[in-house]
């Protein structure tokens, strides 16, 4: 059974070991975007190492359970069993998760970050600039943001066109671009871990907000979100 594994990281080979049972689960979850089962193992099999092979039916198979056949059930009188605000705000955070998980750096925080850094000299932060510049440095090589920018840009430019065109940016200032849209994105994710304030137009299919002096809409559905994600995972992996 699916549950039976436990304790995962995404450097073992437990998956692979398990391969017949969780390459079904990841061909149920992206075969549709293979002309057949044949070409869906060639893509598998040609996937360059055993521990990526792993990763790739780990998180396949999660994405099947989490996001595409996964709802947030209750169990409350009066409440339907499925709310769908609810469900695709817990699928979203699925997908960014599995996004994140992807990463072969493993997370430090910054305080980690900067004292790891310390040389034969005496180390010191000497004003705001530096400290501003060292930040900059630590978001580029930890920040969740760089993972899911550098995780849609495997997906091809026309691609990433559609995706861009998700977001519309009104008023002055640099238009939507690849790394605006997955800062926004993770924005949504961090507004729930953070703030507990739900995805609500991934039903709508419409969100309006305003940052800086500009309107932002953003028009991405759950199910642009997880089409994006299913053609992500795949060029992630294709060696």
């Given at each position: 059974?699916?549950?039976?594994?436990?304790?995962?990281?995404?450097?073992?080979?437990?998956?692979?070991?398990?391969?017949?049972?969780?390459?079904?689960?990841?061909?149920?979850?992206?075969?549709?975007?293979?002309?057949?089962?044949?070409?869906?193992?060639?893509?598998?099999?040609?996937?360059?190492?055993?521990?990526?092979?792993?990763?790739?039916?780990?998180?396949?198979?999660?994405?099947?359970?989490?996001?595409?056949?996964?709802?947030?059930?209750?169990?409350?009188?009066?409440?339907?069993?499925?709310?769908?605000?609810?469900?695709?705000?817990?699928?979203?955070?699925?997908?960014?998760?599995?996004?994140?998980?992807?990463?072969?750096?493993?997370?430090?925080?910054?305080?980690q970050f900067i004292t790891m850094r310390r040389?034969?000299?005496?180390?010191?932060?000497?004003?705001?600039?530096?400290?501003?510049?060292?930040?900059?440095?630590?978001?580029?090589?930890?920040?969740?943001?760089?993972?899911?920018?550098?995780?849609?840009?495997?997906?091809?430019?026309?691609?990433?066109?559609?995706?861009?065109?998700?977001?519309?940016?009104?008023?002055?200032?640099?238009?939507?671009?690849?790394?605006?849209?997955?800062?926004?994105?993770?924005?949504?994710?961090?507004?729930?871990?953070?703030?507990?304030?739900?995805?609500?137009?991934?039903?709508?299919?419409?969100?309006?907000?305003?940052?800086?002096?500009?309107?932002?809409?953003?028009?991405?559905?759950?199910?642009?979100?997880?089409?994006?994600?299913?053609?992500?995972?795949?060029?992630?992996?294709?060696?």
């Amino acid at each position: 059974m699916f549950h039976k594994i436990k304790n995962s990281t995404t450097k073992d080979q437990r998956y692979l070991m398990a391969k017949d049972k969780f390459l079904e689960y990841s061909y149920e979850a992206i075969g549709n975007h293979f002309s057949s089962r044949d070409e869906f193992n060639a893509f598998f099999n040609r996937i360059s190492t055993d521990t990526r092979k792993s990763l790739f039916l780990r998180t396949a198979s999660f994405y099947l359970f989490l996001v595409k056949n996964g709802d947030w059930h209750i169990k409350v009188q009066g409440s339907d069993s499925v709310v769908e605000y609810l469900t695709n705000t817990y699928k979203y955070i699925s997908i960014f998760s599995l996004i994140e998980s992807l990463s072969d750096d493993k997370y430090i925080d910054f305080y980690q970050f900067i004292t790891m850094r310390r040389t034969k000299e005496r180390f010191l932060i000497e004003d705001r600039k530096a400290l501003e510049v060292l930040y900059r440095s630590y978001k580029t090589k930890y920040g969740s943001t760089t993972k899911c920018i550098s995780f849609f840009k495997k997906l091809s430019p026309g691609r990433q066109r559609d995706l861009v065109n998700k977001l519309q940016v009104h008023g002055h200032g640099p238009t939507a671009s690849i790394e605006k849209l997955a800062k926004y994105l993770y924005d949504l994710r961090s507004r729930f871990v953070h703030e507990a304030e739900f995805v609500h137009h991934m039903s709508m299919g419409t969100s309006v907000s305003y940052k800086d002096g500009r309107m932002i809409v953003c028009t991405l559905s759950i199910a642009d979100a997880m089409k994006f994600f299913e053609e992500g995972l795949i060029a992630y992996f294709h060696d």
